[in-house]
């Protein structure tokens, strides 16, 4: 969400902003909305000049009370000014709303090194690490192999389920674990607090992390309850302070949460009809920050730095992306994506975004910062997530380069402690 100080001060910054987005049809919004703004100002201006007078007026009711004179039409005319602030403190709440609604569907402003850009085709590459492997053999499908290995099941998931679903077994499951387990231990050694959100929230505080008018149709709603499943932890940790003032002394706040995640995705499976890159459930561990507005730009480094650590520990091939105009959303004001490297298709898919999202979203839920002792925090924290470890793209990044020739999988190192040792992924015998 936008501060309408912002529109007020420097409206040329929202429009240019609009246009650098395409979003072409919002910028006559900026119009609007300072229009709106100087009508709730007046309206604030007439209803603050008649709450002054009853004032005035109730200490010459108390005066002339005193003096034991009649005091009947001061009353009446109490009366009459007490309605008219009334109808007018109505009419200042339906354009305060009006306008904070017009406000929240503004996406936020782009920081200046996001690249102009329609589509995630357009993402700028930064750099690569890890040398793209390329095996002298043909790859099967990742969800043949699982399926080969006897370690996931997705024919019985649709009878029970539908597409979209898994039933992950034996080494799988541990390998699931082990990626969590991996990435949990290594940001909490980094001194972040380990967190298990709720897996639903409420309308209002999700409206507070996404606009929920774009992003309902991926969304699962529970039938005749206000109560949403998660498709992130980010969110719930991101509403965790809602309406709460942080003092400055314990910012910046670092959560890493564990949760599994809902989503009714629409995109591509790529290139195989049966896998796991595409899941309507699956289990992420994500790091979420909220900081002082002056540090956020070292905090959404530091995200991204924990993150490549996992990724080169886990020997997987990547490249990083500034992600483009036309692929980062409203919500971000810079973001970056994770694209591992998959030998099966011969490109980088991606697996983690890692977003500073600035003030936008501490405007929606409220949560400000200040001194200890102050009853009204002056400024909104910023707020930043970054996936560590997705792990279901994690295992299509695993099971495609460290595939054996055979069609067993390798496991990556940094993960067999967490899998009692075992080295390799091969048929039950």
């Known amino acids: 969400m936008l501060g309408i100080e912002l529109i007020r001060e420097d409206p040329e910054k929202i429009r240019k902003d609009l246009q650098k987005r395409g979003y072409k049809e919002k910028l006559a919004w900026v ?29 010459k009711i108390a005066e002339k009370k005193g003096e034991g004179k009649d005091v009947d039409d001061e009353i009446q005319k109490s009366k009459d000014l007490l309605e008219e602030i009334e109808s007018e403190e ?27 850009g329609e589509s995630d085709e357009d993402n700028e590459e ?55 387990n991996f990435g949990l231990n290594k940001l909490v050694e980094k001194g972040y607090e380990l967190i298990e959100p709720p897996f639903m929230m409420k309308r209002e505080p999700y409206e507070g992390t996404v606009d929920l008018s774009d992003f309902e149709d991926v969304m699962y709603k529970i039938e005749g309850e206000d109560l949403y499943l998660i498709a992130t932890s980010e969110h719930p940790m991101a509403a965790m302070y809602k309406d709460e003032i942080l003092s400055e002394d314990e910012l910046p706040i670092k959560l890493v949460g564990v949760s599994p995640c809902f989503r009714r995705e629409v995109g591509s499976r790529g290139v195989d009809t049966k896998g796991l890159f595409r899941m309507h459930q699956f289990n992420k561990v994500e790091q979420f920050i909220f900081s002082k507005p002056e540090d956020s730009w070292d905090y959404h480094e530091e995200l991204l730095e924990n993150t490549e650590e996992l990724m080169k520990e886990l020997e997987i091939p990547y490249r990083v992306v500034n992600v483009c105009t036309g692929d980062i959303g409203t919500v971000a004001a810079k973001k970056y994506d994770i694209e591992a490297w998959s030998p099966r298709q011969d490109k980088y898919i991606e697996v983690i975004s890692c977003s500073n999202c600035t003030d936008y ?23 930043l997530n970054s996936t560590a470890l997705a792990t279901s793209r994690t295992m299509v990044a695993i099971l495609e380069n460290n595939q054996t020739k055979d069609g067993a999988v390798e496991v990556p190192k940094a993960l067999r402690k967490y899998m009692n040792g075992k080295k390799v992924i091969k048929p039950r015998e």
């Open 90 to 116: 109505e009419k200042k709440e339906d354009l305060r709303k009006e306008i904070d609604g017009k406000l929240m569907k503004l996406p936020n402003i782009l920081h200046p090194s996001v690249p102009q």
């Open 31 to 59: 119009d609007e909305l300072r229009e709106k703004d100087e009508e709730w100002r007046k309206l604030k201006q007439e209803t603050d000049r008649l709450k002054h007078e009853r004032n005035v007026l109730t200490r």
């Open 361 to 383: 979203q501490a405007r929606r839920l409220n949560i400000r910062m200040g001194k200890v002792g102050e009853e009204k925090g002056k400024e909104f924290v910023h707020t």
């Open 126 to 180: 930064l750099y690569t690490v890890g040398e793209p492997k390329t095996p002298g053999y043909s790859l099967r499908p990742h969800g043949q192999v699982l399926e080969e290995l006897g370690v996931g099941d997705f024919d019985r998931a649709a009878k029970v389920a539908g597409h979209g679903f898994v039933y992950l077994k034996n080494d799988l499951v541990l390998l699931d674990y082990a990626i969590m």
